[in-house]
């Protein structure tokens, strides 16, 4: 919702609530529900007309830092042509049901250059620092780097963050300057129907707020530090993708994996759009399959 009082400005008003009801069978045959309705964001954005800067303070996404993602604040954000100026403050929510939580604070500030509004290249660099305290003591200050680019035949994101480690820190073994969560995501389209895709990932945990999970969300996020390489073809209705994974971070060890996918859009006089997707693994422990299937 957005207004426009005389004299103050343009008001946006932003709310996402979102409910969800999942029931679990166990192989013993007992069941379990759950049921979550959850803010996802309730924030207050102010823009003067003309003005290159604007303010958002209540629960937003930070998508500038993404290790910080969803948190409750302030932000304030300087917009020019090429380049981009941010600050915030905040507290993050609690993990488990997104309730509000003065546990954790962060603060920050990032510049940013990027390509001109329209232009049919796009790309950002964007570096920056977070300060993250809990109850007064530091929990985690970092700097990072990120680099965005999306042409039609190439696409990159890159991530890397620095980590500075205090002396009660060092003294534990740690340097005081350490290389953390590195990530890299290429894809190369030579043909519009064909793209070969790429990543590699080091990142000691990742912070996602999902609607749900389920035991393929499970999966990939249990497996999801390592690299990978796939291919994929996209026609105008038909989708194919093939996906092998070596991972290392998982608590069973390491594991490869093998994937393939298959999909349909807009089919029967519905427009139904559905995914097919196969897997089969293996680590030090079992050797398994997992298949879901999306309309």
């Not at 069941?31 to 803010?39: F, I, K, L, M, Q």
């Not at 300057?177 to 030579?190: A, C, D, E």
């Not at 999966?219 to 690299?227: E, L, P, V």
């Amino acid at each position: 919702t957005r207004i426009a009082p005389s004299g103050i400005g343009v008001v946006g008003l932003g709310v996402d609530l979102r409910t969800r009801r999942t029931t679990t069978t166990r192989a013993d045959g007992s069941s379990t529900a759950d049921g979550h309705t959850r803010v996802y964001q309730a924030a207050l954005h102010w823009n003067a007309p003309g003005a290159r800067f604007h303010t958002v303070a209540g629960r937003q996404y930070l998508t500038a830092v993404t290790s910080i993602s969803l948190f409750d604040g302030g932000l304030m954000e300087l917009n020019g042509s090429r380049f981009s100026f941010g600050a915030f403050g905040g507290f993050e929510p609690e993990p488990v049901d997104l309730g509000f939580s003065s546990e954790i604070a962060d603060v920050g500030a990032y510049t940013q250059f990027h390509s001109r509004p329209g232009s049919p290249n796009i790309w950002a660099l964007t570096t920056g620092a977070v300060g993250s305290y809990a109850g007064g003591k530091a929990n985690r200050e970092f700097g990072f780097a990120q680099l965005s680019i999306s042409t039609r035949p190439l696409s990159i994101y890159a991530l890397q963050e620095v980590d500075y480690y205090r002396d009660w820190k060092v003294s534990a073994g740690e340097k005081s300057l350490s290389w953390t969560s590195t990530y890299l995501s290429t894809s190369i389209r030579p043909y519009r129907w064909l793209a070969f895709n790429g990543s590699y990932d080091n990142r000691r945990n990742v912070r996602l707020y999902r609607d749900f999970l389920d035991p393929a969300i499970a999966f990939d996020d249990a497996y999801r530090q390592g690299i990978a390489g796939g291919v994929s073809i996209i026609g105008r209705q038909v989708r194919l993708g093939g996906e092998v994974r070596r991972s290392d971070g998982a608590s069973a060890g390491n594991a490869t994996s093998w994937s393939g996918s298959f999909g349909m859009d807009r089919v029967t006089p519905l427009k139904l759009s559905f995914t097919t997707r196969g897997t089969w693994y293996s680590n030090p422990t079992l050797d398994g399959q997992l298949f879901t299937m999306r309309v």
